[in-house]
Protein backbone atom coordinates (compact mmCIF):
# COMPACT_ATOMS: atom_id res chain seq x y z
CA UNK A 1 0.00 0.00 0.00
CA UNK A 2 1.28 3.91 -0.78
CA UNK A 3 2.51 5.42 2.27
CA UNK A 4 0.25 8.74 2.70
CA UNK A 5 1.49 9.44 6.18
CA UNK A 6 4.70 8.51 8.48
CA UNK A 7 5.29 9.44 11.78
CA UNK A 8 8.61 9.10 13.06
CA UNK A 9 10.09 9.05 16.46
CA UNK A 10 7.37 11.58 17.75
CA UNK A 11 7.45 12.51 20.74
CA UNK A 12 5.78 15.81 22.25
CA UNK A 13 7.03 17.05 26.33
CA UNK A 14 5.04 19.06 28.34
CA UNK A 15 5.84 21.39 31.29
CA UNK A 16 2.93 21.41 33.84
CA UNK A 17 3.33 23.19 37.36
CA UNK A 18 3.81 26.80 39.05
CA UNK A 19 7.17 28.47 38.87
CA UNK A 20 8.89 26.64 42.15
CA UNK A 21 7.49 22.91 41.13
CA UNK A 22 7.66 22.24 37.96
CA UNK A 23 7.36 18.54 36.39
CA UNK A 24 8.12 17.15 32.61
CA UNK A 25 5.26 14.90 31.33
CA UNK A 26 6.49 13.36 27.96
CA UNK A 27 2.57 13.22 26.75
CA UNK A 28 3.84 11.26 23.71
CA UNK A 29 6.78 9.03 23.81
CA UNK A 30 8.77 8.03 20.74
CA UNK A 31 5.88 7.23 18.68
CA UNK A 32 6.03 5.75 15.07
CA UNK A 33 3.71 4.77 12.68
CA UNK A 34 2.71 4.65 8.87
CA UNK A 35 -1.14 5.14 6.98
CA UNK A 36 -1.12 3.77 3.65
CA UNK A 37 -3.24 5.94 1.14
CA UNK A 38 -7.45 4.76 1.48
CA UNK A 39 -6.78 2.77 4.57
CA UNK A 40 -8.31 3.80 8.19
CA UNK A 41 -5.68 4.01 11.00
CA UNK A 42 -6.96 3.27 14.61
CA UNK A 43 -5.46 5.32 17.48
CA UNK A 44 -6.89 3.76 20.61
CA UNK A 45 -6.36 4.19 24.04
CA UNK A 46 -7.59 5.57 27.48
CA UNK A 47 -7.88 9.53 27.94
CA UNK A 48 -4.92 11.02 28.30
CA UNK A 49 -3.06 8.51 26.54
CA UNK A 50 -1.61 10.92 23.97
CA UNK A 51 -3.74 9.71 20.94
CA UNK A 52 -5.17 13.78 20.46
CA UNK A 53 -1.68 15.14 21.62
CA UNK A 54 -0.33 13.09 18.18
CA UNK A 55 -3.63 14.12 15.84
CA UNK A 56 -2.92 17.88 17.05
CA UNK A 57 0.70 17.51 16.19
CA UNK A 58 -0.08 16.08 13.01
CA UNK A 59 -2.38 18.92 12.01
CA UNK A 60 0.25 21.14 13.08
CA UNK A 61 -1.77 22.91 15.82
CA UNK A 62 0.88 21.40 18.57
CA UNK A 63 4.87 22.02 17.82
CA UNK A 64 6.36 18.40 18.58
CA UNK A 65 9.53 18.34 20.92
CA UNK A 66 11.22 15.85 18.74
CA UNK A 67 10.81 13.41 15.81
CA UNK A 68 9.07 13.86 12.49
CA UNK A 69 5.82 13.62 10.69
CA UNK A 70 6.13 13.27 6.85
CA UNK A 71 2.64 13.75 4.83
CA UNK A 72 2.93 12.91 1.28
CA UNK A 73 6.47 12.79 1.07
CA UNK A 74 6.85 16.31 2.57
CA UNK A 75 8.04 17.07 6.33
CA UNK A 76 4.97 19.09 8.30
CA UNK A 77 7.51 21.81 8.85
CA UNK A 78 7.94 22.10 5.37
CA UNK A 79 4.28 22.28 4.80
CA UNK A 80 4.28 25.08 7.15
CA UNK A 81 5.05 27.19 4.72
CA UNK A 82 1.97 27.27 3.07
CA UNK A 83 -0.31 26.06 5.46
CA UNK A 84 -3.58 25.96 3.06
CA UNK A 85 -2.58 23.68 1.26
CA UNK A 86 -1.72 21.70 3.16
CA UNK A 87 -5.08 22.16 5.15
CA UNK A 88 -7.20 21.19 1.71
CA UNK A 89 -5.02 17.83 1.81
CA UNK A 90 -5.45 16.84 5.68
CA UNK A 91 -8.91 17.78 7.42
CA UNK A 92 -10.10 17.20 11.05
CA UNK A 93 -13.37 16.12 12.75
CA UNK A 94 -13.44 16.72 16.11
CA UNK A 95 -15.26 15.45 19.77
CA UNK A 96 -17.93 16.88 20.38
CA UNK A 97 -20.01 18.68 17.59
CA UNK A 98 -21.42 20.99 19.36
CA UNK A 99 -18.50 22.72 19.91
CA UNK A 100 -17.49 22.21 16.61
CA UNK A 101 -19.35 25.23 15.34
CA UNK A 102 -18.83 28.60 16.24
CA UNK A 103 -22.64 29.29 18.47
CA UNK A 104 -22.71 32.43 16.37
CA UNK A 105 -22.08 31.90 13.34
CA UNK A 106 -24.49 29.94 11.11
CA UNK A 107 -23.73 26.45 10.01
CA UNK A 108 -23.36 27.27 6.72
CA UNK A 109 -21.12 29.97 7.46
CA UNK A 110 -18.23 27.65 7.61
CA UNK A 111 -18.75 25.67 4.44
CA UNK A 112 -19.05 28.80 2.24
CA UNK A 113 -15.85 30.22 3.92
CA UNK A 114 -13.65 26.50 3.28
CA UNK A 115 -14.74 26.77 -0.17
CA UNK A 116 -13.56 30.02 -0.35
CA UNK A 117 -10.13 29.79 1.78
CA UNK A 118 -9.46 26.35 0.13
CA UNK A 119 -10.72 27.99 -3.68
CA UNK A 120 -12.21 25.14 -4.38
CA UNK A 121 -15.69 26.39 -6.52
CA UNK A 122 -16.21 29.87 -7.87
CA UNK A 123 -18.95 29.27 -9.14
CA UNK A 124 -21.91 27.00 -7.64
CA UNK A 125 -20.78 26.61 -4.29
CA UNK A 126 -24.09 25.74 -2.89
CA UNK A 127 -24.72 22.99 -5.29
CA UNK A 128 -21.42 21.34 -4.38
CA UNK A 129 -22.13 21.94 -0.89
CA UNK A 130 -25.45 20.17 -1.60
CA UNK A 131 -23.61 17.55 -2.92
CA UNK A 132 -21.18 16.74 -0.53
CA UNK A 133 -23.59 17.10 2.59
CA UNK A 134 -25.97 14.10 0.34
CA UNK A 135 -23.17 11.82 1.03
CA UNK A 136 -23.10 11.86 5.25
CA UNK A 137 -27.26 11.83 4.92
CA UNK A 138 -27.81 16.03 5.42
CA UNK A 139 -28.87 18.66 2.31
CA UNK A 140 -28.18 22.24 2.36
CA UNK A 141 -31.72 23.15 2.84
CA UNK A 142 -31.42 21.60 6.43
CA UNK A 143 -28.43 23.58 6.99
CA UNK A 144 -29.28 27.18 5.57
CA UNK A 145 -29.07 29.74 7.65
CA UNK A 146 -29.74 28.12 10.97
CA UNK A 147 -27.47 27.98 13.81
CA UNK A 148 -26.07 25.33 14.79
CA UNK A 149 -28.00 25.45 18.49
CA UNK A 150 -30.92 24.47 15.78
CA UNK A 151 -29.28 21.00 14.44
CA UNK A 152 -29.26 17.92 16.84
CA UNK A 153 -25.97 16.57 17.88
CA UNK A 154 -25.86 13.77 15.53
CA UNK A 155 -26.60 16.55 12.54
CA UNK A 156 -23.68 18.51 13.46
CA UNK A 157 -21.04 15.45 13.88
CA UNK A 158 -22.35 14.69 9.85
CA UNK A 159 -22.20 18.05 8.85
CA UNK A 160 -18.62 18.93 10.40
CA UNK A 161 -17.45 15.76 8.35
CA UNK A 162 -19.42 16.70 5.47
CA UNK A 163 -17.45 19.98 5.93
CA UNK A 164 -14.12 18.59 6.33
CA UNK A 165 -14.80 16.35 2.92
CA UNK A 166 -15.39 20.03 0.53
CA UNK A 167 -11.22 20.34 -0.13
CA UNK A 168 -11.59 16.62 -1.01
CA UNK A 169 -9.01 15.90 1.64
CA UNK A 170 -6.50 12.49 1.46
CA UNK A 171 -6.26 12.28 5.27
CA UNK A 172 -9.04 12.62 7.53
CA UNK A 173 -8.32 13.20 11.41
CA UNK A 174 -11.34 12.31 13.31
CA UNK A 175 -10.34 13.01 17.26
CA UNK A 176 -13.46 10.68 18.68
CA UNK A 177 -16.11 11.40 16.21
CA UNK A 178 -18.69 9.28 17.95
CA UNK A 179 -18.01 9.43 21.40
CA UNK A 180 -20.38 12.51 21.84
CA UNK A 181 -23.39 10.81 19.30
CA UNK A 182 -25.64 8.59 20.52
CA UNK A 183 -25.28 5.21 20.37
CA UNK A 184 -28.24 4.62 17.81
CA UNK A 185 -26.03 7.08 15.37
CA UNK A 186 -22.74 6.03 16.13
CA UNK A 187 -22.31 3.11 13.48
CA UNK A 188 -23.66 5.22 10.75
CA UNK A 189 -21.15 8.02 11.20
CA UNK A 190 -18.30 4.74 11.25
CA UNK A 191 -19.97 3.61 8.56
CA UNK A 192 -19.76 6.66 6.70
CA UNK A 193 -15.84 6.49 7.28
CA UNK A 194 -16.01 3.07 5.50
CA UNK A 195 -17.78 4.23 2.74
CA UNK A 196 -15.51 7.38 2.65
CA UNK A 197 -12.73 5.05 2.04
CA UNK A 198 -13.97 2.92 -0.95
CA UNK A 199 -15.32 5.91 -2.88
CA UNK A 200 -12.96 8.25 -2.28
CA UNK A 201 -9.54 6.88 -1.65
CA UNK A 202 -9.56 8.56 1.83
CA UNK A 203 -7.29 7.66 4.71
CA UNK A 204 -8.69 7.81 8.34
CA UNK A 205 -6.41 8.02 11.32
CA UNK A 206 -9.25 7.34 13.53
CA UNK A 207 -9.06 8.38 17.19
CA UNK A 208 -11.13 6.03 20.03
CA UNK A 209 -11.76 4.44 23.01
CA UNK A 210 -14.18 2.59 21.77
CA UNK A 211 -12.50 -0.40 20.14
CA UNK A 212 -15.67 -1.86 18.96
CA UNK A 213 -16.44 0.36 16.52
CA UNK A 214 -12.50 0.46 15.71
CA UNK A 215 -12.53 -3.03 15.16
CA UNK A 216 -15.62 -2.83 12.81
CA UNK A 217 -14.12 0.13 10.37
CA UNK A 218 -10.00 0.06 10.76
CA UNK A 219 -7.53 -1.58 8.69
CA UNK A 220 -4.42 -0.89 11.27
CA UNK A 221 -5.10 0.00 15.15
CA UNK A 222 -2.04 1.50 17.53
CA UNK A 223 -3.16 0.97 20.85
CA UNK A 224 -1.75 3.55 22.97
CA UNK A 225 -0.43 3.73 26.75
CA UNK A 226 0.93 6.77 28.11
CA UNK A 227 2.25 8.29 25.51
CA UNK A 228 3.38 4.90 23.98
CA UNK A 229 2.23 3.20 21.60
CA UNK A 230 1.95 -0.24 23.39
CA UNK A 231 0.78 -2.51 20.38
CA UNK A 232 -0.10 -2.28 16.93
CA UNK A 233 -1.08 -3.99 13.72
CA UNK A 234 -3.62 -5.54 11.75
CA UNK A 235 -6.97 -4.59 13.64
CA UNK A 236 -7.90 -8.46 13.77
CA UNK A 237 -4.32 -10.37 14.74
CA UNK A 238 -4.06 -7.22 17.42
CA UNK A 239 -7.91 -7.47 18.70
CA UNK A 240 -8.83 -11.28 18.45
CA UNK A 241 -5.26 -12.14 19.71
CA UNK A 242 -3.89 -9.39 22.14
CA UNK A 243 -0.51 -10.01 22.48
CA UNK A 244 0.48 -6.43 25.55
CA UNK A 245 -1.20 -7.35 28.90
CA UNK A 246 -2.79 -3.89 28.54
CA UNK A 247 -4.61 -4.36 25.24
CA UNK A 248 -6.21 -7.77 26.93
CA UNK A 249 -6.90 -5.57 29.70
CA UNK A 250 -9.06 -3.25 27.36
CA UNK A 251 -10.82 -5.86 25.13
CA UNK A 252 -12.05 -7.47 28.30
CA UNK A 253 -13.38 -4.27 29.56
CA UNK A 254 -16.08 -3.76 26.63
CA UNK A 255 -19.12 -4.44 28.29
CA UNK A 256 -21.71 -6.87 26.38
CA UNK A 257 -25.50 -6.49 26.34
CA UNK A 258 -25.86 -9.61 28.88
CA UNK A 259 -27.16 -8.75 32.39
CA UNK A 260 -25.82 -12.44 33.16
CA UNK A 261 -22.15 -11.55 32.67
CA UNK A 262 -20.56 -10.20 35.60
CA UNK A 263 -17.04 -8.77 36.05
CA UNK A 264 -14.39 -11.91 36.10
CA UNK A 265 -11.67 -9.37 37.26
CA UNK A 266 -10.45 -6.71 39.94
CA UNK A 267 -8.86 -3.86 38.35
CA UNK A 268 -6.67 -2.07 40.18
CA UNK A 269 -5.17 1.32 39.34
CA UNK A 270 -2.65 1.54 41.26
CA UNK A 271 -0.79 4.58 40.39
CA UNK A 272 -2.43 7.97 39.86
CA UNK A 273 -2.42 9.07 36.27
CA UNK A 274 -0.03 11.09 37.27
CA UNK A 275 2.49 8.84 38.94
CA UNK A 276 2.01 6.43 35.82
CA UNK A 277 3.70 9.38 33.59
CA UNK A 278 6.82 9.46 35.69
CA UNK A 279 7.16 5.62 35.83
CA UNK A 280 10.73 4.97 34.33
CA UNK A 281 10.31 1.69 33.43
CA UNK A 282 7.13 0.19 31.34
CA UNK A 283 4.47 2.27 32.44
CA UNK A 284 1.87 -0.04 32.60
CA UNK A 285 3.79 -1.59 35.27
CA UNK A 286 1.26 -0.74 38.23
CA UNK A 287 -1.66 -2.43 36.87
CA UNK A 288 0.12 -5.03 34.44
CA UNK A 289 -1.01 -8.50 36.23
CA UNK A 290 1.99 -9.99 34.72
CA UNK A 291 3.96 -7.48 35.93
CA UNK A 292 7.72 -8.51 36.96
CA UNK A 293 10.96 -6.71 38.46
CA UNK A 294 12.41 -6.00 35.27
CA UNK A 295 8.94 -4.02 34.39
CA UNK A 296 9.47 -1.59 36.82
CA UNK A 297 13.58 -0.54 35.91
CA UNK A 298 13.69 -1.09 32.21
CA UNK A 299 11.49 0.43 29.29
CA UNK A 300 10.42 -2.50 27.29
CA UNK A 301 11.92 -3.15 23.96
CA UNK A 302 9.24 -3.36 20.64
CA UNK A 303 9.47 -6.61 19.42
CA UNK A 304 7.55 -7.47 16.30
CA UNK A 305 5.54 -10.76 17.26
CA UNK A 306 3.46 -12.24 14.19
CA UNK A 307 3.43 -9.31 12.40
CA UNK A 308 2.38 -7.02 15.40
CA UNK A 309 4.53 -4.62 16.95
CA UNK A 310 4.21 -5.39 20.95
CA UNK A 311 6.15 -2.95 23.49
CA UNK A 312 6.59 -5.76 26.65
CA UNK A 313 9.06 -7.73 28.09
CA UNK A 314 7.13 -10.75 28.31
CA UNK A 315 7.84 -11.11 24.33
CA UNK A 316 11.71 -10.43 24.81
CA UNK A 317 12.18 -13.44 27.45
CA UNK A 318 10.81 -16.15 24.74
CA UNK A 319 13.32 -14.80 22.57
CA UNK A 320 15.79 -15.07 24.74
CA UNK B 1 -43.01 39.38 14.98
CA UNK B 2 -42.52 36.27 16.47
CA UNK B 3 -39.46 38.07 18.44
CA UNK B 4 -41.66 40.60 19.17
CA UNK B 5 -43.90 38.15 20.79
CA UNK B 6 -41.64 35.89 22.11
CA UNK B 7 -38.80 38.14 23.59
CA UNK B 8 -39.41 41.59 23.54
CA UNK B 9 -43.03 41.87 24.92
CA UNK B 10 -42.28 39.46 28.12
CA UNK B 11 -38.96 41.47 28.96
CA UNK B 12 -40.84 44.62 29.13
CA UNK B 13 -43.64 43.17 31.50
CA UNK B 14 -40.75 41.29 33.16
CA UNK B 15 -39.55 45.01 33.77
CA UNK B 16 -42.56 46.53 34.51
CA UNK B 17 -43.22 43.57 37.40
CA UNK B 18 -40.02 43.46 38.87
CA UNK B 19 -39.86 47.55 39.37
CA UNK B 20 -43.27 47.81 40.97
CA UNK B 21 -42.15 45.37 43.43
CA UNK B 22 -39.34 46.83 44.29
CA UNK B 23 -40.50 50.31 44.94
CA UNK B 24 -43.08 48.43 46.72
CA UNK B 25 -40.54 46.61 48.77
CA UNK B 26 -38.85 50.13 49.04
CA UNK B 27 -42.02 51.98 50.58
CA UNK B 28 -42.76 48.80 52.69
CA UNK B 29 -39.36 47.75 54.35
CA UNK B 30 -39.19 50.51 56.25
CA UNK B 31 -42.25 50.27 57.90
CA UNK B 32 -41.75 46.82 58.92
CA UNK B 33 -39.41 48.43 61.09
CA UNK B 34 -40.95 48.36 65.02
CA UNK B 35 -39.61 52.10 65.16
CA UNK B 36 -41.67 55.00 64.77
CA UNK B 37 -39.24 58.02 63.26
CA UNK B 38 -41.43 60.30 64.34
CA UNK B 39 -41.47 59.16 67.67
CA UNK B 40 -38.18 58.39 67.12
CA UNK B 41 -36.75 61.61 66.43
CA UNK B 42 -39.48 63.59 69.28
CA UNK B 43 -36.94 61.50 71.49
CA UNK B 44 -33.84 62.16 69.59
CA UNK B 45 -34.69 66.16 70.16
CA UNK B 46 -35.71 65.59 73.77
CA UNK B 47 -32.45 64.20 74.92
CA UNK B 48 -30.68 66.74 73.43
CA UNK B 49 -32.68 68.99 75.43
CA UNK B 50 -35.22 70.54 73.63
CA UNK B 51 -38.36 71.37 75.58
CA UNK B 52 -41.33 70.61 73.89
CA UNK B 53 -44.52 71.52 75.79
CA UNK B 54 -46.88 68.31 76.17
CA UNK B 55 -50.01 70.00 74.43
CA UNK B 56 -47.92 70.95 71.24
CA UNK B 57 -46.64 67.44 71.38
CA UNK B 58 -49.37 65.56 69.17
CA UNK B 59 -49.82 68.69 67.02
CA UNK B 60 -46.02 68.64 66.20
CA UNK B 61 -46.57 64.76 65.72
CA UNK B 62 -49.21 65.96 63.28
CA UNK B 63 -47.19 67.80 61.14
CA UNK B 64 -43.72 65.49 61.33
CA UNK B 65 -46.11 62.64 59.95
CA UNK B 66 -47.39 65.05 57.21
CA UNK B 67 -44.17 65.38 55.99
CA UNK B 68 -42.74 61.85 56.26
CA UNK B 69 -45.85 60.89 54.50
CA UNK B 70 -47.10 59.12 56.97
CA UNK B 71 -50.64 60.12 57.11
CA UNK B 72 -53.76 57.48 57.31
CA UNK B 73 -53.79 54.08 57.03
CA UNK B 74 -51.17 52.11 55.14
CA UNK B 75 -53.12 52.11 52.28
CA UNK B 76 -53.53 55.18 51.64
CA UNK B 77 -49.75 55.82 52.58
CA UNK B 78 -48.89 53.13 49.58
CA UNK B 79 -51.31 55.11 47.27
CA UNK B 80 -49.65 58.48 48.14
CA UNK B 81 -46.56 56.99 47.82
CA UNK B 82 -47.14 56.22 44.18
CA UNK B 83 -48.84 59.91 43.58
CA UNK B 84 -45.84 61.26 44.79
CA UNK B 85 -43.33 59.37 42.60
CA UNK B 86 -45.02 60.00 39.44
CA UNK B 87 -45.14 63.61 39.44
CA UNK B 88 -41.52 62.74 40.84
CA UNK B 89 -42.23 64.47 44.58
CA UNK B 90 -40.04 62.79 47.77
CA UNK B 91 -40.98 65.42 49.83
CA UNK B 92 -38.51 67.83 51.48
CA UNK B 93 -35.08 66.82 52.92
CA UNK B 94 -35.14 66.84 56.74
CA UNK B 95 -31.33 67.21 57.28
CA UNK B 96 -31.81 70.52 54.48
CA UNK B 97 -35.15 71.22 55.14
CA UNK B 98 -37.08 73.14 53.08
CA UNK B 99 -35.19 71.71 50.91
CA UNK B 100 -36.98 69.17 48.58
CA UNK B 101 -35.35 65.31 48.08
CA UNK B 102 -35.71 66.12 44.16
CA UNK B 103 -33.23 69.16 44.38
CA UNK B 104 -30.70 67.56 46.55
CA UNK B 105 -30.49 64.61 44.24
CA UNK B 106 -30.58 66.51 41.16
CA UNK B 107 -27.56 68.55 42.84
CA UNK B 108 -25.35 65.62 43.34
CA UNK B 109 -26.72 63.16 40.42
CA UNK B 110 -24.25 64.82 37.53
CA UNK B 111 -21.50 64.84 39.65
CA UNK B 112 -21.85 61.11 40.04
CA UNK B 113 -23.25 60.33 36.86
CA UNK B 114 -20.19 62.00 34.62
CA UNK B 115 -17.81 60.45 37.18
CA UNK B 116 -19.20 56.82 36.93
CA UNK B 117 -20.15 56.14 33.59
CA UNK B 118 -17.04 57.95 32.03
CA UNK B 119 -14.91 55.37 34.36
CA UNK B 120 -17.07 52.69 33.83
CA UNK B 121 -16.81 52.85 30.00
CA UNK B 122 -13.35 53.54 29.23
CA UNK B 123 -12.14 51.42 31.89
CA UNK B 124 -14.54 48.77 29.69
CA UNK B 125 -12.88 49.38 26.38
CA UNK B 126 -9.40 49.70 27.18
CA UNK B 127 -9.85 46.28 29.37
CA UNK B 128 -12.37 44.35 26.59
CA UNK B 129 -9.46 45.81 23.74
CA UNK B 130 -6.01 44.56 25.89
CA UNK B 131 -7.54 41.76 27.45
CA UNK B 132 -8.90 40.28 24.35
CA UNK B 133 -4.72 40.42 22.95
CA UNK B 134 -3.37 39.43 25.84
CA UNK B 135 -5.95 36.85 25.91
CA UNK B 136 -5.48 35.59 22.45
CA UNK B 137 -0.98 36.22 22.41
CA UNK B 138 1.33 35.30 24.83
CA UNK B 139 3.93 37.44 24.62
CA UNK B 140 6.85 38.33 27.39
CA UNK B 141 5.70 42.04 27.89
CA UNK B 142 2.17 41.03 28.61
CA UNK B 143 3.15 38.84 31.42
CA UNK B 144 4.60 42.10 32.71
CA UNK B 145 0.96 43.62 32.42
CA UNK B 146 -0.50 40.25 34.06
CA UNK B 147 1.58 40.52 37.17
CA UNK B 148 0.94 44.32 37.58
CA UNK B 149 -2.65 43.77 37.52
CA UNK B 150 -2.78 40.42 39.59
CA UNK B 151 -0.73 42.76 42.26
CA UNK B 152 -2.96 45.68 42.22
CA UNK B 153 -6.31 43.99 42.49
CA UNK B 154 -5.71 42.57 45.97
CA UNK B 155 -5.15 45.99 47.06
CA UNK B 156 -8.25 47.32 49.01
CA UNK B 157 -9.70 50.00 47.33
CA UNK B 158 -9.80 52.89 49.57
CA UNK B 159 -6.37 52.01 50.46
CA UNK B 160 -5.18 52.85 46.81
CA UNK B 161 -7.64 55.64 46.64
CA UNK B 162 -5.87 56.91 49.74
CA UNK B 163 -2.15 55.89 48.36
CA UNK B 164 -2.89 57.99 45.30
CA UNK B 165 -4.11 61.08 47.56
CA UNK B 166 -1.52 61.63 49.42
CA UNK B 167 1.31 61.04 46.69
CA UNK B 168 -0.35 62.90 43.79
CA UNK B 169 -2.34 65.56 46.46
CA UNK B 170 0.08 66.03 49.60
CA UNK B 171 3.47 65.18 48.20
CA UNK B 172 3.62 66.30 44.61
CA UNK B 173 0.68 68.90 45.14
CA UNK B 174 -0.27 68.22 41.36
CA UNK B 175 -4.40 67.64 41.98
CA UNK B 176 -6.96 69.28 44.21
CA UNK B 177 -7.26 67.51 48.30
CA UNK B 178 -10.93 67.09 47.83
CA UNK B 179 -13.89 68.38 46.51
CA UNK B 180 -15.31 68.79 42.82
CA UNK B 181 -14.65 72.13 42.77
CA UNK B 182 -12.69 74.89 43.84
CA UNK B 183 -13.64 76.43 47.28
CA UNK B 184 -15.80 79.99 46.58
CA UNK B 185 -16.42 78.93 42.25
CA UNK B 186 -19.57 78.25 41.45
CA UNK B 187 -20.43 76.18 38.53
CA UNK B 188 -20.15 78.17 35.33
CA UNK B 189 -19.62 76.78 31.36
CA UNK B 190 -16.38 78.39 30.41
CA UNK B 191 -13.02 77.18 30.21
CA UNK B 192 -11.67 77.99 33.36
CA UNK B 193 -14.40 75.78 35.34
CA UNK B 194 -14.26 73.14 33.11
CA UNK B 195 -10.20 72.64 33.68
CA UNK B 196 -11.00 72.55 37.17
CA UNK B 197 -13.45 70.74 37.70
CA UNK B 198 -11.32 68.09 35.47
CA UNK B 199 -8.85 68.68 37.94
CA UNK B 200 -10.68 67.56 40.91
CA UNK B 201 -12.02 64.49 38.68
CA UNK B 202 -8.52 63.08 38.02
CA UNK B 203 -7.60 61.07 41.37
CA UNK B 204 -11.41 60.09 41.38
CA UNK B 205 -11.32 58.60 38.34
CA UNK B 206 -7.77 57.09 38.20
CA UNK B 207 -8.70 55.24 40.69
CA UNK B 208 -11.82 53.98 39.93
CA UNK B 209 -9.90 53.29 36.33
CA UNK B 210 -7.80 51.25 37.90
CA UNK B 211 -9.86 49.20 39.79
CA UNK B 212 -12.20 48.54 36.73
CA UNK B 213 -9.82 47.72 34.42
CA UNK B 214 -7.86 45.54 36.34
CA UNK B 215 -10.88 43.11 37.08
CA UNK B 216 -12.38 43.14 33.82
CA UNK B 217 -9.12 42.82 32.29
CA UNK B 218 -8.40 40.10 34.25
CA UNK B 219 -12.19 38.23 33.05
CA UNK B 220 -11.93 39.25 29.76
CA UNK B 221 -8.17 37.79 29.46
CA UNK B 222 -9.65 34.60 30.81
CA UNK B 223 -12.74 34.20 28.83
CA UNK B 224 -10.82 35.04 25.52
CA UNK B 225 -8.52 32.10 26.60
CA UNK B 226 -11.22 29.68 27.25
CA UNK B 227 -12.78 30.34 23.87
CA UNK B 228 -9.29 30.14 21.87
CA UNK B 229 -9.22 26.85 23.00
CA UNK B 230 -12.58 25.63 22.07
CA UNK B 231 -12.92 23.41 19.14
CA UNK B 232 -14.78 25.64 16.77
CA UNK B 233 -11.65 27.76 16.74
CA UNK B 234 -9.65 25.03 15.56
CA UNK B 235 -12.06 23.49 13.29
CA UNK B 236 -12.05 27.56 11.92
CA UNK B 237 -8.65 26.96 11.38
CA UNK B 238 -8.68 23.84 9.61
CA UNK B 239 -11.17 25.70 7.05
CA UNK B 240 -8.27 28.09 6.33
CA UNK B 241 -9.89 30.84 8.28
CA UNK B 242 -7.31 33.79 8.45
CA UNK B 243 -5.74 34.79 11.79
CA UNK B 244 -7.53 37.90 11.69
CA UNK B 245 -10.73 37.00 10.75
CA UNK B 246 -10.21 33.90 14.13
CA UNK B 247 -8.83 36.94 16.43
CA UNK B 248 -12.36 39.06 15.54
CA UNK B 249 -15.15 36.57 14.60
CA UNK B 250 -14.72 33.55 16.17
CA UNK B 251 -12.78 34.49 19.43
CA UNK B 252 -13.14 37.84 20.94
CA UNK B 253 -16.99 38.31 19.44
CA UNK B 254 -17.89 35.69 21.24
CA UNK B 255 -15.79 36.77 24.65
CA UNK B 256 -17.83 40.16 24.43
CA UNK B 257 -21.16 38.23 25.17
CA UNK B 258 -20.34 38.04 28.87
CA UNK B 259 -18.40 41.61 29.01
CA UNK B 260 -21.70 42.83 27.45
CA UNK B 261 -23.66 41.90 30.13
CA UNK B 262 -21.49 43.04 32.87
CA UNK B 263 -21.04 46.07 31.53
CA UNK B 264 -24.82 46.76 31.43
CA UNK B 265 -25.42 45.41 35.15
CA UNK B 266 -22.82 47.69 36.03
CA UNK B 267 -24.04 50.82 34.56
CA UNK B 268 -27.28 50.23 36.63
CA UNK B 269 -25.40 50.21 39.77
CA UNK B 270 -23.68 54.04 39.10
CA UNK B 271 -26.67 55.70 40.17
CA UNK B 272 -26.24 54.44 43.86
CA UNK B 273 -22.53 56.55 43.90
CA UNK B 274 -19.46 55.38 44.50
CA UNK B 275 -19.51 55.72 48.31
CA UNK B 276 -16.11 55.11 49.18
CA UNK B 277 -14.40 57.04 46.28
CA UNK B 278 -17.06 60.08 46.84
CA UNK B 279 -15.61 59.75 50.61
CA UNK B 280 -11.90 59.40 50.06
CA UNK B 281 -11.88 62.16 47.99
CA UNK B 282 -15.06 64.30 49.50
CA UNK B 283 -16.78 64.16 46.09
CA UNK B 284 -20.12 65.74 46.05
CA UNK B 285 -21.91 62.43 44.15
CA UNK B 286 -24.65 60.86 45.26
CA UNK B 287 -23.23 57.95 47.88
CA UNK B 288 -21.98 60.92 50.06
CA UNK B 289 -25.88 61.90 50.55
CA UNK B 290 -26.80 58.74 50.66
CA UNK B 291 -24.46 58.36 53.52
CA UNK B 292 -25.27 61.29 55.03
CA UNK B 293 -28.34 60.59 54.73
CA UNK B 294 -28.38 57.61 56.64
CA UNK B 295 -26.35 58.85 59.57
CA UNK B 296 -28.77 61.41 59.72
CA UNK B 297 -31.94 59.32 59.31
CA UNK B 298 -33.18 61.49 56.51
CA UNK B 299 -36.02 58.95 55.45
CA UNK B 300 -37.24 60.81 52.66
CA UNK B 301 -34.06 61.09 51.04
CA UNK B 302 -33.04 57.46 51.32
CA UNK B 303 -36.37 56.45 49.97
CA UNK B 304 -35.34 58.95 46.90
CA UNK B 305 -32.00 57.81 46.47
CA UNK B 306 -33.13 54.06 46.82
CA UNK B 307 -36.05 54.33 43.84
CA UNK B 308 -34.03 56.54 41.67
CA UNK B 309 -31.26 53.90 42.52
CA UNK B 310 -33.58 50.85 41.67
CA UNK B 311 -35.18 51.76 38.66
CA UNK B 312 -31.78 52.70 36.80
CA UNK B 313 -30.49 49.23 37.88
CA UNK B 314 -33.67 47.30 36.15
CA UNK B 315 -33.65 49.84 33.28
CA UNK B 316 -30.39 49.30 32.09
CA UNK B 317 -31.05 45.30 32.55
CA UNK B 318 -33.95 46.52 30.19
CA UNK B 319 -31.69 47.65 28.15
CA UNK B 320 -29.53 45.17 27.93
CA UNK B 321 -31.87 42.59 27.20
CA UNK B 322 -32.92 44.79 23.96
CA UNK B 323 -29.51 45.09 22.51
CA UNK B 324 -28.25 42.05 23.48
CA UNK B 325 -30.16 40.37 20.53
CA UNK B 326 -27.42 42.64 18.12
CA UNK B 327 -24.79 40.53 19.62
CA UNK B 328 -25.99 37.52 20.04
CA UNK B 329 -28.10 35.97 16.93
CA UNK B 330 -29.21 32.92 18.91
CA UNK B 331 -31.34 35.19 21.03
CA UNK B 332 -33.11 36.21 17.87
CA UNK B 333 -33.44 33.71 16.06
CA UNK B 334 -35.28 31.67 19.04
Redesign the interface.
Known amino acids: MEKLLEVKNLSKVFTVGTLLFRVKITAVDNVSFQVGKGEIFTLAGESGCGKTTTARMI?G?EEPTAGEIIFEGKSVREWKKNR?DF??RV??V???PF????????VDD?FF??VR??KIRTKGAESYIDEILKIVGLSFEEIRGR?P??LSGGQLQRA?IA??LLSEPSLLIADEPVSMVDASLRMSIVNLFGELKQKMNLSVIYITHDLATAYYVSDKIAIMFKGNVVEMGPVEEVLTRSKHPYTRLLCESIPEPDPEKRWEREISIADTEYAEYLRTGCKFAGRCPEAQEICRTVVPPEISVDGVLVKCHIYGEKRG | MNFVKGYLIPRLLQYVIVTFLGLTAIFFLPRLLPVDPIKQQLGQSQTFGVYIPPEQQDEMMRILRQLYGLEGTLWEQYVNFWKRLFTGNFGPSFSRYPVPVVRVIAQALPWTIALLSFTTLLSWIVAVVVGGIVGYHRKSWMEALDVFVMVVRPIPYYIMALICLILFAYVFPIFPLSGGLGIGRTLKFDLETIFNVLKHAFLPALTLLIVGFSWQFQSMKLIVQGVKAEDHVWYAKTAGVEERRIVFSHVVRNAMLPMITQLGLQFGTIFGGALVTEMVFAYPGIGWILYDAIMKADYNLIMGIMCISLVATTTSILVLDFVYPLFDPRVRYR
Open positions: LFRLKQAFQNESFNPLLTIETNHYSESRA
